[in-house]
């Protein structure tokens, strides 16, 4: 079971941590953790993802440099989400994501195998 949380009502040029806890199996599973996003009338959209030792991460071209993805260090089954100089379109529903084996590549939904519930980021301008 995954949770994400940390969302909410945000002016544009602001910051947000989502974070996402796995527990119960999830949390012994996870190879990647991966976070993507949908806006109204919008598909999913691939924002970032980090390999379970942390020395690979991928981000989307409209979110470098701007959001960071990380693991907790004493929570291993933590993930975070720093979002910063958030812009209106950065506005949709966040999930975060786990993939249960190994991938050459952790950008596309199909890669992950147990998803979150989503929470909300609204920026407003």
């Known amino acids: 079971q995954l949770q994400a949380s940390g969302g909410g009502l945000v002016q544009a040029g602001g910051s947000l941590r989502l974070s996402c806890a796995a527990s119960?199996?999830?949390?012994?599973?996870?190879?990647?953790l991966g976070w993507f996003r949908q806006a109204p009338g919008k598909e999913r959209e691939f924002v970032a993802a980090m390999n379970w030792r942390g020395d690979g991460k991928y981000y989307g071209d409209d979110v470098k440099g701007r959001f960071t993805i990380a693991r907790d260090h004493t929570e291993k089954t933590t993930g975070y989400l720093q979002v910063n100089s958030l812009l209106p379109g950065d506005t949709a529903i966040y999930y975060c994501?786990?993939?249960?084996?190994?991938?050459?590549?952790?950008?596309?939904?199909?890669?992950?195998?147990?998803w979150g519930q989503g929470s909300l980021v609204t920026v407003s301008s």
């Open positions: 994501a786990v993939a249960a084996s190994p991938s050459a590549t952790y950008t596309q939904p199909g890669n992950f195998h147990y």
């Open positions: 119960g199996r999830t949390g012994s599973l996870w190879h990647a």
